[in-house]
């Protein structure tokens, strides 16, 4: 799904889109609202590497079977995923059911593991690129959405040059967006000033 058209819909969703309770609360409770564990890193790093090409309430509606499936999505467990266990998923009907994804899942896991290990946590090596910082865009309107970053393009070429999959631009850019490294809520969105005056706190 096109970014722009994913920010325009989930951006405004509350006001004038009326869409799912499950888009809603994603919305307003998620979408933008700074990640600093691990774990939840992992698990936005992996549903937008399957939501590539897809839209993103598919996902939300299978997020809870990927959950299952990936054992909460623990790092550790996925990077040990056997073959078989991999062959397994691509019979789940609950995912995303692509080869390509189900498989460097397990390799993507594995990179990010070594990350945390570099880095102390894999928090630590992502909110570095904006120096431990949200960015608040200034949106007002669609044409003001960007799809990439610069800074977007700098991680993903450094994900894909460690060995990740399923990590373009586009799709590195919209994880900052959830992950909340951007806030690209509409300026008028009575969630961007939330965000605006969150107080990230690192450890």
Known sequence: MDVKI???IIGFMERCFGKSELYAKYHDEEWGVPVLDDRMHFEMLLLESAHAGLSWELILNKRENYR????????????NMSDDDLHHLLNDTGLVRNKLKIFHSRT?????LQIQKEF????????????????HNQNKSLDDVQATSKESDIISRD??????KFVGSRIVYAYLQTAGMVN????????????????LRFS
Do not use: E
């Open 6 to 8: 994913f920010i325009y």
């Open 68 to 79: 299952q499936a990936y054992q909460n999505f623990d790092p550790l467990y996925v990077a």
């Open 108 to 112: 993507n896991a594995q990179k990010f």
């Open 120 to 135: 102390g946590s894999f928090n630590n090596y992502i909110w570095k690129f904006f120096n431990f910082q949200t960015i």
């Open 159 to 164: 994900l894909i040059k460690r060995g990740m």
């Open 184 to 199: 690209d809520h509409f300026i008028d969105c009575p969630v961007y000033n939330k965000l605006k005056n969150y107080n």
